[in-house]
Structure formats: C-alpha cells, structure tokens
Nanobody, 122 residues
Framework: QVQLVESGGGLVQAGGSLRLSCAAS????????IGWFRQAPGKEREFVAA????????LYAASVKGRFTISRDVAKITVYLQMDSLEPEDTAVYYC???????????????WGQGTQVTVSS
C-alpha cells in the first residue's frame, strides 16, 4: 500500500504562485500515473493534471493548461504541481492520487492523500 502526503498549500493573491508537493512512501511508482485533483466547496472533485512516473508523459485539464506544471523527482519519490498565474477560481482542496491506468478519470485512482488547501484571493 502507498501513502501520499500533500503539502505546499496556502493563501495567495490572484496572479501569484504556489508549488504543491506529493510525497509518497510504501512502494515505488513504477508504471503508475500520479494525478492531482481538486475540489472546491459545493463542487465535485475534478482532474487537474497527471504525470506518468516512468515516461514523464503529462496531461492537463483545459482550465489549467499553460498555468500549471506537473513534474516528479524520482530520488525523492515526490510529484510537484507548480501553479502560476493563480485565479480565485483555483481555490480548492488539492489532492494527489495514484492510478495503475494512464487516465484522467477519478474512478481509476486508487490511493489518495489527505489534501491541501489552496486559497486565491482577488
């Protein structure tokens, strides 16, 4: 079983930047996709970005493409989400999760972290 711990959330003004981290323990990620999702109050959880651990292929939601960058550090077994040009609409709890399938579908992701709050003020 894998454990995921997110960090790096906080309060930032519109136009600012944050970098989220997702640190893993318990097993390796070989062959896995690692995704970032977010859930705003009163809304469903939605896909943000994903990276394939072995090949570094990436996927982004249209709403964040060009502003967010997902990356990984093999030695630290950590996935990052660099968020630039943040907008109030990006306010949400951000979660990382792993999947055995290269996918944007939430139902394909098996292990989840506890989430980290990102708040963007206008």
């Amino acid at each position: 079983q894998v454990q995921l711990v997110e960090s790096g959330g906080g309060l930032v003004q519109a136009g600012g930047s944050l970098r989220l981290s997702c640190a893993a323990s318990g097993r390796t990620f070989s062959g896995n996709a690692i995704g970032w999702f977010r859930q705003a109050p009163g809304k469903e959880r939605e896909f943000v970005a994903a990276i394939h651990w072995a090949y570094e292929d990436t996927l982004y939601a249209a709403s964040v493409k060009g502003r967010f960058t997902i990356s990984r550090d093999v030695a630290k077994i950590t996935v990052y989400l660099q968020m630039d040009s943040l907008e109030p609409e990006d306010t949400a709890v951000y979660y990382c999760a792993t999947s055995f399938i290269w996918s944007t579908r939430i139902t394909n992701y098996n292990y989840w972290g506890q989430g980290t709050q990102v708040t963007v003020s206008s």
